[in-house]
């Protein structure tokens, strides 16, 4: 470079330099009036005496300050609040804002959403893969589903982590009973189970948690020590903790939705084809099928004794003989009236037990509101009332099915269905409900409505006519007399005067 070329580049370089301490002042001024007088373009460069183009260069220029934020109203609580986002990462706006004003915040709830904003923010998380031993975990998991005809059910799936094998069914309700019924049912079908369960906190596994203690519920933890698996509980909001069995329900709600069904078994049955076909097919993940695998995992051998899968719920009998579970109404014997019971419900049936002895028994219903009767629970307090007890029977029996009031119905008088009311009743000592129904559903198809035809039906003999009774001296049944002519019975009579 010649000294010419050098001289030059300095003088440059000089110039710039004071150009930019002498434009550092002007900087200055323009943020100022931008920032804190808040001006608009055209009146800073009236202002200043620049022009609009420079005062534009100068707001958009790298010298830019950044501005001073301004103290929060909230800054007070940042410690409490952060605190709280520590304990619960998912805690909205609205649920700070309501607990701020219990510690005396009077600001707005603007200023909450936008002080939390970054805190409330979704957080990007990266995770490890997951491997498992063959027979190390299965994961267990409920699933809803919303139909037209059935309204809403609940899916239990058992997963053996390992193969990925499959299985579950679906039951009305999530109730405990359900719970342990959905394990045997996976248990029974697979041949064994895992080493160790994987659940989320749902209340069948967990009663209360927090940061330093897990309280389970006992009776899961008996029913685990029965089988001999032990129990790891995901961390609250960790779906990605059990993401085997959550992808897999994925898959489901698409096969679920693009299918018709009639009833829970008409839905069971195709979701166990549908799983049948799924474990048949190669996994995307290990390549295999997991029906192939299945023969690979080492499982626990299931006991030779069953758990029972119930649930145990305090009640008390009304005045009436009735106990009420699930807002249905159940009868029991009437000497139990007034007395404390239990209720110890099965997915199928319900059992009333007081002082440990089971009293009474009943079908379970999933309807609302019912009242299930069983006539040989009024027995006794019918034959404390006999004036009352042929026509109570007769109301009894005729609303335990519509096929017994239909064959009531069609007797020729009052008498003759009381007493087929009471035939019937008697008939209840000795014959299950479902056979009775299913006799007198065939009567009423022929149609025909004796008590003979019912007994016939049931290969018994016909009620018989009381026999005749006759005195030990035949000759009394000879006996005359001589009939006495109506006048001696008239008061006119002229012979009724004399003595």
């Not at 195709?270 to 799924?278: G, Q, V």
């Not at 192939?292 to 305090?314: F, G, M, N, T």
């Not at 335990?400 to 000592?429: C, G, S, T, W």
């Not at 022929?446 to 003999?461: E, Q, T, V, Y």
Request: a positive charge.
């Amino acid at each position: 470079m010649t000294s010419q070329a050098f001289y030059k580049t300095l003088k440059m370089a000089r110039g710039k330099e004071r150009y930019d301490m002498n434009e550092a002042p002007l900087v200055k001024r323009v943020l100022h009036l931008r920032q804190v007088e808040k001006l608009s373009q055209r009146q800073i460069a009236e202002t200043v005496g620049i022009g609009r183009k420079r005062v534009r260069r100068i707001l958009a220029g790298p010298l830019q300050a950044v501005s001073i934020p301004k103290a929060s109203i909230l800054d007070e609580y940042n410690n409490l609040i952060a605190e709280w986002y520590k304990q619960y990462p998912r805690l909205k706006a609205t649920q700070v804002y309501e607990r701020l004003k219990e510690y005396g915040y009077e600001g707005g709830y603007a200023s909450v959403a936008r002080f939390t904003q970054e805190d409330r923010a979704p957080k990007k998380s990266s995770y490890h893969p997951l491997t498992f031993l063959p027979g190390e975990e299965a994961q267990v998991d409920w699933f809803f589903f919303n139909h037209e005809k059935l309204g809403q059910v609940a899916g239990f799936l058992y997963l053996l982590s390992y193969s990925r094998y499959a299985w579950g069914i679906f039951y009305p309700k999530t109730s405990f009973e359900f719970f342990l019924a959905g394990h045997i049912e996976c248990f029974k079908h697979i041949g064994g189970l895992a080493r160790r369960h994987r659940y989320d906190n749902l209340k069948s596994v967990v009663l209360k948690r927090s940061p330093d203690n897990i309280e389970y519920n006992p009776q899961f933890l008996d029913f685990a020590r029965f089988y001999g698996f032990s129990i790891y509980v995901c961390n609250p909001y960790s779906g990605n903790e059990k993401g085997r069995v959550e992808r897999l329900i994925r898959d489901i709600r698409s096969f679920l939705y693009s299918e018709t069904f009639v009833d829970l078994n008409d839905l069971n049955q195709k979701f166990h084809l549908y799983l049948e076909r799924r474990n048949m097919a190669v996994h995307r993940s290990t390549k295999r099928a997991p029906k192939d695998l299945l023969s690979e995992e080492r499982l626990l051998r299931l006991p030779e004794a069953s758990y029972p899968a119930r649930r145990v719920i305090q009640a008390a009998v009304s005045k009436t003989a009735l106990v009420e579970f699930e807002t249905n109404r159940y009868s029991t014997p009437s000497s139990c009236a007034g007395q404390a019971a239990e209720v110890i419900a099965y997915p199928d049936r319900i059992e009333i037990c007081i002082a440990g002895k089971v009293v009474a028994g009943h079908q379970r219903s999933f309807d609302k509101n019912k009242m299930f009767q069983n006539p040989l629970h009024s027995e006794t307090l019918l034959n404390q009332t006999p004036q009352f007890k042929m026509r109570r029977i007769l109301q009894v029996m005729s609303g335990m099915d519509p096929a017994f009031n239909y064959f009531f119905d069609h007797q020729d008088n009052d008498d003759e269905r009381m007493i087929a009311a009471y035939q019937l009743f008697v008939l209840l000592k000795t014959h299950s409900k479902g056979m009775l129904v299913s006799a007198v559903r065939e009567l009423n198809a022929l149609p025909c409505f004796k008590i003979k035809a019912l007994m016939s039906l049931l290969r018994l003999p016909a009620p018989q006519e009381p026999k005749a009774l006759w005195p030990k001296d035949a000759q009394l049944l000879n006996l005359t007399y001589e009939e006495r002519r109506l006048d001696d019975y008239d008061p006119d009579s002229p012979d009724m005067g004399q003595s």
